[in-house]
């Protein structure tokens, strides 16, 4: 019997326990849904209401603007009130709004001069009401707390009040009032709001006003501005916002979340019955219960049943929690796309609709209207905004559905990007911003209306974040089998943070005015255009410093070998910097310096040499001494610059004499006063990109580090073991040329201004293309654990800085060339 009963027993508490854990379980996964289910309803209740409240405050606010009414209170003395106009443009208010607004004006020291719906009103003193004194007070638009209309039906009204005032004196910002207009608004429609929102989520709602009262409530509006305190929802006004509450509604038990309305003060509650968000629950634990008890029977045969339901259960839990989760990110998803359409769309069809009611407003002369010029622009520009909008998303839907159709054909990379600076000169000359292009004759397979599409994304977003006066700099090369065309500008520049969200649609990052006007689509449909091409866009940038968004695309395949060469082509070889310069010494030193720094260096002596061979081999850059016998050095940048197949070699001057604006002004992409130093060239080489080309045969490391002296130690140390080195002096520039160009090992260090070594060695570990290099850390800085916690599995070492540097150096370049095997 003992047996018998420890094994019943045995066989049951199992069972409870599970069951206990399995309700729990259930239990809280409900109320966390249910939570957000409300929380998600008196979010969106709150913005339609905001919403709502908000376009009339706009409705009254432009009403007081209209010229009419403004030359109808003529300088604010009402024995100067143009009556019939006064009664005209309220009328026109009330009509607009369908008599659910009533409009009033009342002259400066509160006397009522105009009522459409209650002439015996006119004349009465109405400085006592709190929308007048809020006015005065505030000198802005005002709302009052909500109130019992005296008319019929007595509805819940609130008060908007705002000032008529005459045109700003030159240098203000606002000026005279010349009295005030204010408005009856009934809140129906926040009835309506409310009914129609509870019907789609299934919940109750309630609002409230800044006083606590309740406007509007399940089944229809309050007979009167009751508090809350009397509601079932009463014990939820002093409980956190957004937090769920339990509440009891005459013995039936609710769950219930509240959410402030901004900036009105008002609040949304919402509530679902108890019994009704937990019958899922129930019925879990009524199957619970009646698995039990038969089980408890037979041991050992309930064990198994138990066992093998419970398994079921688990399963179906978590296919009930794995579908609910795809419907809540769904939901989500839907939710945040809906409320930025939304907005985005509301926004300009608010101009459009509101600009052409006042249009329709105006008193006709036969069969024309006279009304603001500024009224026509708002609608134009309303209506390109939507149809921009609109053809954004429609373009994104088709790459997302891989819909998108695209037609290559051949196209000359330089002439399509001077078509498209040339289509936006009216932007660029609107900022006084400078365009600089350096575009060699490249022909890509493209889409060329895709093409286009995607630069004027570029350049836009470039005009737009970059400073009145600033510049902008568009970049091609090839490299490999990819073209790679890059827009730079002179902006505020986008954080670490911020560049992994621009290419998200609708999210919009930087200074809130600068970025306004935009739809946060623009970015995102250029990268998908370009990877439907096969390419990509990438972005990089520092704060304060600009950003850079290089756009990537597949290059043309080179010609096909048969074609005889050029013989004057065979006198230079071909690509690398061309120095122009009539001083041997000078040519000879500056020519050691690039070749040992694994540059190709062509010199020429004289400025017609120079031509010569600048259009001979082409080079990826020209150093240009001004000072020079034959042709003056100023007259060959300039022809240069005038040859269509020259002008997009970049230019560096170089002088005795600081002159960097003439340069500029000329064309020069930067100047340099003799005599060089020699450190800084290579440094600016390396920050614009023009890196020496890498040798499969050889073992290539990058060096990141600010300190001069330290890369100085390193490269002499490297270069002896016959690597090849890249300097880069700050962590901006090295993540640039790790992304650029495949080395065999990269050297960091740790503490550097801007990006410090931390972030860059993450930023490489993080990145596909540059994780599998390894990393050594060279620093002067104690480590503590949590740095090398950071640092953990991303870096093969960390190599103090000191007497013990080259030798340590030397050794891991000894075990990265037995572990690579170079030669390759």
């Known amino acids: 019997m003992q047996v018998g009963a420890l094994a019943v027993l045995g066989a049951l508490v199992p069972l409870v326990v599970l069951a206990t854990l399995t309700l729990t379980k259930s239990e809280a996964a409900v109320r966390h849904e249910v939570a957000a289910r409300l929380r998600l309803t008196t979010a969106l209740s709150s913005a339609l209401i905001a919403e709502q409240v908000g376009s009339i405050v706009s409705l009254i606010e432009g009403a007081a603007r209209r010229p009419q009414l403004v030359q109808a209170l003529a300088?604010?003395?009402?024995?100067?009130?143009?009556?019939?106009?006064?009664?005209?443009?309220?009328?026109?208010?009330?009509?607009?709004?369908?008599?659910?607004?009533?409009?009033?004006?009342?002259?400066?020291?509160?006397?009522?001069?105009?009522?459409?719906?209650?002439?015996?009103?006119?004349?009465r003193d109405f400085s006592s009401r709190g929308y007048f004194k809020g006015v005065v007070t505030t000198g802005g638009t005002y709302v009052s707390e909500a109130f019992v209309s005296a008319v019929r039906a007595r509805p819940f009204v609130v008060s908007i009040a705002t000032y008529v005032r005459a045109p700003a004196p030159a240098g203000q910002s606002l000026g005279p009032p010349l009295g005030l207009l204010a408005a009856s608004v009934e809140l129906g429609e926040v009835q309506e709001i409310v009914d129609d929102v509870a019907a789609v989520q299934g919940v109750n709602l309630w609002i409230a006003d800044q006083r606590g009262r309740l406007v509007a409530a399940p089944g229809g509006r309050p007979t009167a501005l009751v508090p809350v305190a009397g509601a079932p929802i009463d014990a939820v006004a002093t409980a956190p916002v957004g937090r769920l509450v339990g509440v009891d509604d005459g013995g039936r038990r609710l769950l219930a979340v509240r959410q402030q309305v901004v900036p009105l003060g008002w609040t949304?509650?919402?509530?679902?019955?108890?019994?009704?968000?937990?019958?899922?629950?129930?019925?879990?634990?009524?199957?619970?219960?009646?698995?039990?008890?038969?089980?408890?029977?037979?041991?050992?045969?309930?064990?198994?049943?138990?066992?093998r339901t419970q398994r079921r259960q688990w399963r179906a839990e978590a296919q009930v929690a794995l579908a609910r989760d795809e419907a809540r990110d769904a939901s989500r998803q839907k939710s945040e796309f809906l409320a930025n359409m939304s907005h985005e769309?509301?926004?300009?069809?608010?101009?459009?609709?509101?600009?052409?009611?006042?249009?329709?407003?105006?008193?006709?002369?036969?069969?024309?209207?006279?009304?603001?010029?500024?009224?026509?622009?708002?609608?134009?520009?309303?209506g390109r905004h939507l149809l921009v909008l609109i053809n954004d998303v429609l373009d994104l839907s088709k790459v997302e559905a891989g819909r998108i159709e695209l037609f290559p054909e051949p196209l000359e990379l330089s002439a399509a990007i001077d078509e498209a600076v040339a289509a936006l000169g009216p932007l660029l000359s609107e900022r006084a911003l400078r365009v600089t292009t350096t575009v060699p004759p490249l022909t890509i397979p493209t889409d060329r209306v895709r093409f286009r599409q995607i630069l004027n994304n570029l350049l836009s977003n470039a005009i737009k974040f970059s400073p009145t006066g600033g510049q902008i700099f568009i970049n091609a090369h090839r490299a490999g089998d990819q073209v790679h065309v890059s827009v730079t500008d002179t902006g505020p520049g986008i954080s670490l943070a911020d560049q992994a969200r621009v290419f998200i649609e609708f999210a919009q990052v930087g200074d809130v005015k600068l970025r306004a006007g935009g739809t946060g689509l623009g970015l995102p449909l250029a990268r998908r255009l370009a990877q439907a091409h096969g390419g990509d866009i990438t972005c990089e940038s520092e704060p304060g410093h600009g950003a850079r968004f290089t756009l990537t695309l597949p290059a043309a395949p080179h010609a096909q070998p048969g074609t005889p060469p050029d013989p004057a082509a065979a006198a230079y070889p071909t690509g690398g910097i061309l120095v122009i310069e009539d001083d041997t010494a000078a040519s000879l030193l500056l020519r050691a310096h690039l070749e040992r720094a694994g540059y190709l260096v062509t010199v020429a002596a004289t400025g017609e040499d120079g031509l010569a061979a600048a259009r001979s081999c082409q080079p990826d850059l020209v150093l240009l001494d001004l000072t020079h016998p034959g042709i003056e050095g100023r007259l060959v940048l300039q022809q240069l610059k005038d040859d269509p197949q020259l002008r997009h070699i970049p230019v560096a001057l170089i002088n005795v004499d600081e002159d960097r604006e003439v340069g500029v002004a000329l064309g020069a992409v930067d100047y340099f006063v003799k005599p060089v130093?020699?450190?800084?060239?290579?440094?600016?080489?390396?920050?614009?990109?023009?890196?020496?080309?890498?040798?499969?045969?050889?073992?290539?490391?990058?060096?990141?580090?600010?300190?001069?002296?330290?890369?100085?130690?390193v490269t002499r140390t490297l270069q002896r073991q016959g690597v090849r080195v890249i300097e880069a002096v700050n962590g901006t520039d090295g993540l640039r040329l790790a992304r650029a160009h495949t080395f065999d090992l990269i050297i960091c260090d740790l503490l550097m201004p801007g990006i410090d070594g931390f972030t860059v060695i993450a930023a490489l570990h993080d990145d596909p293309a540059t994780r599998d290099v390894p990393v050594l850390v060279l620093t002067s800085q104690d480590l503590t654990q949590h740095d090398r916690n950071r640092l953990a599995g991303k870096t093969l070492a960390v190599i103090a800085k000191g007497g013990e540097t080259p030798a340590d150096l030397q050794h891991w370049i000894h075990r990265l060339t037995d572990i690579t095997a170079v030669p390759h």
């Not at 450190?679 to 001069?708: E, K, M, Q, R, Y």
Request: proline content about 7%; glycine content about 8%; overall charge negative.
């Open 75 to 123: 300088d604010g003395r009402p024995d100067r009130f143009d009556q019939a106009e006064i009664d005209q443009q309220l009328q026109a208010l009330q009509e607009y709004r369908h008599g659910r607004t009533t409009p009033g004006l009342l002259d400066l020291d509160g006397i009522l001069r105009g009522i459409p719906d209650a002439p015996e009103l006119l004349g």
């Open 268 to 307: 949304v509650f919402a509530a679902v019955p108890r019994d009704q968000a937990y019958a899922g629950a129930t019925a879990i634990r009524t199957t619970v219960l009646a698995i039990a008890f038969p089980l408890g029977v037979m041991v050992c045969a309930g064990i198994f049943l138990l066992l």
């Open 677 to 713: 130093q020699h450190d800084a060239l290579l440094g600016w080489l390396v920050h614009h990109s023009f890196i020496p080309p890498l040798d499969d045969h050889t073992v290539n490391v990058l060096v990141i580090d600010d300190d001069p002296a330290t890369l100085a130690v």
């Open 345 to 382: 769309l509301r926004t300009p069809l608010n101009a459009i609709l509101g600009f052409s009611e006042l249009m329709a407003g105006e008193k006709a002369d036969g069969d024309n209207r006279s009304v603001p010029s500024d009224w026509i622009d708002h609608i134009r520009t309303g």
